[in-house]
T-cell receptor, first 116, second 109 residues
C-alpha cells in the first residue's frame, strides 16, 4: 500500500521558536495533502488542505500565518509552526491522496510536538 | 451542519464480539471509512463502504445503510491488541472527510 512518512516523529522546543514538520509520500505522487492536529483523547481536527503548487486552504479558526504550509512537490509537504507556544503542543498528522482517487487518505505516522 | 455520532467508549471481553455504531448527517455522501487508531499513533485504514450492505474482511466487518445514515463496525474474536480508538469518517459532497470523535474500545481479559 501507499506509504507516507513524517519527520521528525517527535520534537521538543522552547516557546517562541519555530518547528518544521515534513510529510512525504514515498511511493506515490500526492496531489493533495492534509494536515491534522489531535489533542489527547480527541478526534482528528483538520487544519488545512494542501494542493501541490497552490496555496493551502485553512479550516476556520486555524491561523495561516502561524501554521505555514508548503506543498512544493508531489511528494513533499511541510508544516511550520511559527513562534510555538505550549498550547500548540499536540500530535500533528499528515495524510495524502492521489489525483483521481478522492477517497482513501494515507496517513503518516504523526509528529508529537511538545513546546516548553 | 454536518454531524457524525459514535459512542465515546465501549468495553468488551477478549474472544467476544463487539459492534461499534456510527450515525451521520452530512451534506452529500461519497463513502464511509472506519479507521483504527492506537494511542500515540496515526490512524490505520480498516474499511470503506459506499454501497449498502456488509463488507467482511477477516475478523472485521463493516455495514452501511445510506437511507438510515448508519454504519457499524463489527469486531469478532476480540484480541487484546484490538484495544484502540475506532474512528468513523464520511466523505461528503465536496469529497472532504468528516470525522467522528472516535470510540475508545477497551478489551478485558
Amino acid at each position: 500500500g501507499a506509504v507516507v512518512s513524517q519527520h521528525p516523529s517527535w520534537v521538543i522546543c522552547k516557546s517562541g521558536t519555530s518547528v518544521k514538520i515534513e510529510c512525504r509520500s514515498l511511493d506515490f505522487q500526492a496531489t493533495t495533502m492534509f494536515w491534522y492536529r489531535q489533542f489527547p483523547k480527541q478526534s482528528l481536527m483538520l487544519m488545512a488542505t494542501s494542493n501541490e503548487g497552490s496555496k493551502a486552504t485553512y479550516e476556520q479558526g486555524v491561523e495561516k500565518d502561524k501554521f505555514l504550509i508548503n506543498h512544493a512537490s508531489l511528494t513533499l509537504s511541510t508544516l511550520t509552526v511559527t513562534s510555538a507556544h505550549p498550547e500548540d503542543s499536540s500530535f500533528y498528522i499528515c495524510s495524502a491522496r492521489t489525483s483521481g482517487d478522492y477517497n482513501e487518505q494515507f496517513f503518516g505516522p504523526g509528529t508529537r510536538l511538545t513546546v516548553l | 451542519g454536518q454531524n457524525i455520532d459514535q459512542p465515546t467508549e465501549m468495553t468488551a471481553t477478549e474472544g467476544a464480539i463487539v459492534q461499534i455504531n456510527c450515525t451521520y448527517q452530512t451534506s452529500g455522501f461519497n463513502g464511509l471509512f472506519w479507521y483504527q487508531q492506537h494511542a500515540g499513533e496515526a490512524p490505520t485504514f480498516l474499511s470503506y463502504n459506499v454501497l449498502d450492505g456488509l463488507e467482511e474482511k477477516g475478523r472485521f466487518s463493516s455495514f452501511l445503510s445510506r437511507s438510515k445514515g448508519y454504519s457499524y463496525l463489527l469486531l469478532k474474536e476480540l484480541q487484546m491488541k484490538d484495544s484502540a480508538s475506532y474512528l468513523c469518517a464520511v466523505v461528503d459532497s465536496n469529497y472532504q472527510l468528516i470525522w467522528g470523535a472516535g470510540t475508545k474500545l477497551i478489551i478485558k481479559p
